[in-house]
Structures are given as structure tokens and as C-alpha cells.
């Protein structure tokens, strides 16, 4: 398969907006489906980008992109599954559907998956634009994951050069299972990272209320965050100091569950994505 036409579903929703924008700039043949007459109005106006209807899109489309809520991606491949012809590579932005069984018992049918590591804390790009852009898939560098779950091999470039187009600028590409992909999203980045993140944000309303003033609050706190974040994850050389070490040491049984690491459990992973899809 050589550049394939793509039919991108929910072309005009928030990801599908990205996706479309940064597809526009490709090489690639790109059929544009958005129910919403807003977001029809929106691809017009801002992209130039005319939809087509469902039937017409996946003409001849060797690619079909579901850019649209977790919890549709089943109804929405059930109901165009007959459609598809063998060989089609779908793709779908997370692994929550195809992790939970969602997609249509189609052996003949390529599945692949793919999603943004977004760009990380210590962006060092050189413009304001890329330190700006937290979310990617604009200006700043990020790196992507993608798992090939269903079909030949070879269909895995295929998906990731389209992944890198859809997501650029890219840094690294890896390679992962969809079940690798669930432990880092919903497991990694929302029931821990998230998690921790709010539970970070109620402490520091708390100390707060107890007199610091929010500004001195916040900026105490993400400077602290950036220094034991690089620290911690290697970005730099350091150490910590035997106070902050012995605050770690009683914070974390104060702070956290001796049992916290269960929520990477398969079972646990899987009713997680159940309660999102």
C-alpha cells in the first residue's frame, strides 16, 4: 500500500479538526466526513475542507480514520464495517475501544492504533510557538506510540507514516501492544499521572487557605516541580537532599495505599476503560 486515500470520520470535532489541519499539508488523499453542521462550517472556513457523505468517503478509501469519542468508536465500525473492503486499515487516536473489544470480528480488516506522548515538560525547542504548544501536533516536538493489532506486518509503516503526519512534528515513534498501550493510557497518564496531578493542585489550594498567598503558592510549587521532576527522571545529574529524602520516605505510606501499583492489573486497567467506553 502506497499512500492510500483516507477517509478521516469526525473530521471537524477537536481531534478531527487537528487531524485535518495537518493532513491538509500532506501528500495524502483525504475524504473528510463531520456530522455536525458546525464543525462541517469550521472545516470550510478555516481549512478550505469540503465534507462528503459516509457512502462517498469510503469509496475508495484504503485508510479510515475513527477520530471521534471513545464512546462511539463501536456503533460508529459496526455501522461501516460492511463497507469496508478486506484489507482496509482502520485506525483508531486511543486504545480504549479496541482494548475493550469494540471493533467488528473482521479477520480481514487491518487494526491499528495510535497516540501523542505529547510534548514533554522539558521541551527545549528553540520559538515561543513550540514552548507554547502543550497539547502538539502543532509547533512543538512530541513523541507518539502505536500498536499494529490486527493484520500483515508491513501494514505497520503504513500506519505510522501516517501517524507522524497526523501528530508532527514527531520526535521518536515506538512500537507497542495495545495492552502496553492501555497500561500507559487510561493507567499511566490519567489513573496516576492526572491522579496525582489534581491531588497536587488540592495541596496546594490547602496551603492556601491556611495563609500563603496563591501566587507565592503556585509558583513554589512548579518550580519545586520542575527541579525534582528533572531529578527524578534523569533529565539532569542531581541528588536530593537527606531531608527531602526522609520526606519522601514518610510521605509515600502518609500519602498513598501500599496496594497503588495494583491499578496496572489487567482486571483493574479493563474496568477503567469499561467506565470510559
Given amino acids: 500500500m502506497n499512500e492510500p486515500t483516507i477517509a478521516l470520520f469526525g473530521a471537524g470535532g477537536k481531534m478531527g479538526h487537528r487531524l485535518s489541519r495537518n493532513l491538509r499539508a500532506s501528500s495524502y488523499e483525504v475524504r473528510h466526513v463531520e456530522p455536525s453542521p458546525a464543525g462541517r462550517e469550521r472545516l470550510e472556513r478555516e481549512l478550505g475542507v469540503r465534507c462528503v457523505d459516509e457512502d462517498a468517503a469510503l469509496a475508495d478509501a484504503q ?89 500483515p506486518d508491513e501494514h505497520y509503516a503504513v500506519g505510522e507514516a501516517i501517524a507522524k503526519v497526523i501528530y508532527a512534528p514527531v520526535l521518536n515513534s515506538y512500537r507497542v501492544s495495545v495492552e502496553q498501550m492501555a497500561l500507559l493510557e487510561p493507567g499511566l497518564s490519567e489513573t496516576v499521572v492526572a ?60 500519602l498513598l495505599r501500599d496496594d497503588w501499583l495494583g491499578v496496572f492489573e489487567r482486571d483493574e486497567i479493563a474496568e477503567s476503560i469499561r467506565r470510559i467506553t
Fill in 63 to 151: 485508510v479510515v480514520i475513527l477520530a471521534v469519542p471513545d464512546t462511539i468508536i463501536g456503533k460508529l465500525a459496526a455501522a461501516i464495517s460492511p463497507k469496508l473492503k478486506p484489507g482496509t486499515m482502520v485506525v483508531t487516536l486511543d486504545a480504549a475501544a479496541p482494548f475493550a473489544g469494540h471493533l467488528p470480528d473482521r479477520p480481514d480488516l487491518v487494526y491499528f492504533v495510535t497516540h501523542p506522548c505529547h510534548p514533554s515538560i522539558f521541551n527545549d525547542d528553540a520559538s515561543e510557538e513550540a514552548r507554547r504548544d502543550r497539547f502538539g501536533g502543532l509547533a512543538a516536538r512530541q513523541s507518539i506510540v502505536n500498536a499494529l493489532m490486527q493484520g
Fill in 195 to 254: 491522579t496525582l496531578l489534581a491531588t497536587m493542585r488540592d495541596a496546594m489550594d490547602e496551603v492556601v487557605k491556611r495563609g500563603v498567598p496563591k501566587e507565592a503558592a503556585r509558583e513554589f510549587l512548579l518550580g519545586h516541580m520542575n527541579i525534582l521532576a528533572a531529578v527524578i527522571f534523569e533529565e539532569i545529574p542531581g541528588a536530593f537532599s537527606d531531608a527531602c529524602n526522609k520526606a519522601i520516605t514518610f510521605g509515600k505510606p502518609r
